[in-house]
């Protein structure tokens, strides 16, 4: 007996069906990462009063940019009074290609789980007062064109993993505490020196007062 055209249609209906649904429950996601990111955040201004979590996915909200396909591709959050400890919940936007947080009171330290971010390009999270280290894991975001972590608190070497980011461009890692010697190896053999200043216990290579306390 042929296909009816019912038949035909019913095969197709259902694998929308599960499109739609992969496509919510990834939306949804996404909304539940930014949900616990503003619930660690003070926001004096009300800058976050938008981002309500009730909503199926959260393209509506301030400074929030998705893709066509709803999933959140960028962050917009520079000069907006917030403070609080970066979530390492964020690391589950597994889209967003742009982290822009710079400017605010964030503290603590970068979570280790942003290395997890396969398709950031960038990262900014310069004029903040995050402590600790540059996190190693970093060195697997190999599609970072720019690191701009600069006007912190950070301390620790910088991370050898970080010269295996054929992709990175523009580095700015001043004025930290960083110590050890600065890696010169992939990207690192073009970046300025200013990429690195302000960091009085930071050294290149060969120099006589290299920090072996790092």
Same mark, same amino acid.
């Given at each position: 007996?042929?296909? &009816?055209? *019912? ?6 209906? *259902? ?8 496509? +919510? *429950?990834?939306?949804?996601?996404? =909304? ?15 800058? $976050? ?25 960028? $962050? ?5 009074? +917030?403070?609080? !400890? ?21 503290? =603590? ?5 942003? =290395?997890? $971010?396969? #398709?950031?390009?960038? +990262?900014?999270?310069?004029? #903040? %007062? ?20 600069? !006007? ?22 001043? #004025?930290?505490? $960083?110590?050890? %010697?600065?890696? %010169?190896?992939?990207?690192?053999? !073009? ?7 302000? #960091? ?11 920090? &072996?306390?790092?």
């Amino acid at each position: 007996m042929a296909p &009816t055209a *019912a038949g035909n249609l019913a095969p197709a209906t *259902a694998i929308l069906v599960v499109v739609v649904a992969v496509v +919510l *429950a990834a939306a949804s996601q996404d =909304g539940d990462a930014l949900t616990a990111f503003r619930k660690g955040m003070s926001d004096p201004d009300g800058a $976050l009063a938008s981002w309500d979590p009730d909503l199926v996915n959260p393209c509506t909200w301030f400074r929030v940019t998705c893709n066509a396909d709803n999933r959140v591709i960028r $962050l917009d959050l520079e000069e907006m009074s +917030l403070s609080g !400890h970066l979530s390492a919940d964020l690391a589950r936007l597994d889209q967003l290609q742009f982290m822009e947080i710079a400017s605010n009171n964030i503290e =603590g330290s970068i979570p280790p789980e942003f =290395g997890d $971010l396969k #398709n950031l390009i960038s +990262l900014d999270l310069c004029n #903040n %007062t995050i402590s600790g280290p540059i996190p190693p894991s970093l060195g697997k975001l190999k599609s970072l064109k720019f690191m701009r972590i600069d !006007h912190n608190l950070l301390t620790g070497p910088i991370p050898n993993e970080l010269a295996g980011l054929s992709n990175l461009m523009i580095l700015n890692v001043s #004025n930290n505490d $960083l110590c050890g %010697t600065i890696p %010169t190896s992939g990207p690192f053999d !073009h970046f300025p020196p200013s990429s690195f200043a302000d #960091n009085p216990r930071l050294r290149y290579p060969g120099m006589d007062d290299d920090d &072996t306390g790092c």
